[in-house]
């Protein structure tokens, strides 16, 4: 399994994938088929995350070249928040518990040095058992709760804030 900033030619497998991973997913916020995004849309996303400078799309990908999960980091796009990543991870049913997670996030953590992000953030479903111990395990920390946040099988449910701080300072003090 390796793990690599996307590229343009993955847009189509990317679709795929996000549709497998939110039609096979209780957690995600978009539900199987809510989503519109057709290739050339998924092109455009790609294009303009990697010329952001500060937001990343990262993948993980098996021997067949078969996608496994993905993990967007979008960075803040104002002066104040420049240093802030908010993510979103998508891991395919077959996959997950088989540590794809645990290398996208450590991949992550190398990005975001390389470009001076300081904070990376996310939110949980409270219930979420299994995105909860891999966000704990790779050093986010609950912040607080968003109460009633989403409505996910006829019943209102609570998020985690989430987050994890990068050392970059000596780059915002030199």
């Known amino acids: 399994m390796i793990v690599r900033e996307i590229e343009i030619a993955d847009a189509e497998k990317l679709s795929r994938l996000m549709e497998h991973v939110e039609a096979s997913s209780e957690y995600m916020l978009m539900e199987a088929g809510e989503r519109e995004s057709g290739?050339?849309?998924?092109?455009?996303?790609?294009?303009?995350?990697?010329?952001s400078g500060n937001s990343t799309i990262l993948i993980a990908e098996n021997e067949l070249n078969e996608l496994a999960g993905y993990l967007f980091a979008i960075g803040g796009d104002v002066k104040r928040?420049?240093?802030?990543?908010?993510i979103v991870v998508g891991i395919a049913e077959t996959f997950r518990g088989h540590g794809v997670g645990t290398k996208l996030f450590m991949e992550l953590d190398q990005w975001a040095r390389h470009h001076t992000i300081h904070r990376l953030e996310l939110t949980v479903v409270t219930r979420n058992e299994a995105g909860l111990s891999l966000y704990k395990k790779m050093g986010f920390e609950i912040e607080g709760t968003k109460k009633h946040s989403l409505y996910i099988g006829e019943e209102f449910v609570d998020e985690y804030y989430m987050a994890k701080f990068i050392d970059t300072f000596d780059e915002y003090t030199s």
């Open 81 to 86: 928040n420049r240093h802030c990543a908010y």
């Open 39 to 51: 290739h050339a849309q998924q092109m455009q996303r790609i294009n303009r995350i990697k010329n």
